[in-house]
């Protein structure tokens, strides 16, 4: 089954709105005419707005980098997924390694977020992955199995249909390391064989898994060469328009 290739831009903690707005405006031109390939943007929550209008009529999509479970209340400081839809947000990263490293995000956590995005129609992209300590202690399985698991509880099959799924090594976020393409490989399919478990064939081939991790125009050919690699969740290199533009044009490399 043809599964379209998604490229979404995490800028993290960057960009002012001036800044944002600038960004994607660069991008619309370098990316125009790009073909069977999928694009997202995920701007701070300070540049949504901004980056939502000057998206208008252009076939890139916005991402928020996460939300609360509450839908409204005394949260001071937390965004909810019905302000995330009344922005235009087409999907929200939920569960990056950022996150559960330094902000104490838990797989419980991360469920309560996912269903929060989904009853509002917002489609998460659920980042999974290990530590380098874990890979070395040969437990990257046992992690993935459990992070898969753990943040799908609850969730049915037809609303997985829509989901991404975003294998991010902790190891190789923002270091410059990058997995090589068949060890990214055998953990994605570990992944789409979990989804089986899960769920069904059927569902788990139209599941789009990304590769995160320190992704740039020089890896990404090889990585979206393997069967089960579908996209890349990109950080440092979606900051500038030329490099995360010929990530997107991968074909044309």
Known sequence: MSRVPFMAGNWKMNKTVGEAVELVKELKISIAGTEGVEVAVAPPFTALYAVRKELEGSSIRLAAQNLYWEEKGAFTGEISSLMLKELG?????????????????????????????LSQGV?????????LKEREEEKTFTVID?????????IGEREMERMVIAYEPVWAIGTGKTATPQQAEEVHQFIRQGLEKLYTRGVAEV???????SVTPESVKG?????????????GASLKSEP???IVRFKEM
């Not at 599941?207 to 991790?213: H, K, N």
């Not at 990585?223 to 950080?235: C, E, P």
Request: glycine fraction near 14%; hydrophobic fraction near 35%; proline fraction near 1%.
């Open 89 to 117: 947000c087409h999907y929200v990263i939920i569960g990056h390694s950022e996150r559960r490293q330094y902000f104490g995000e838990m797989d419980v956590t991360v469920n309560k977020r996912m269903r929060a995005a």
């Open 123 to 131: 489609i998460p992209i659920l980042c999974i992955g290990e530590t």
């Open 146 to 154: 459990s992070q898969l698991g753990n943040g799908l509880k609850g």
């Open 207 to 213: 599941v789009r898994i990304q590769y995160g991790g």
């Open 223 to 235: 990585l979206m060469s393997q069967k089960n690699i579908d996209g890349a969740l990109v950080g």
């Open 244 to 246: 995360f533009s010929k």
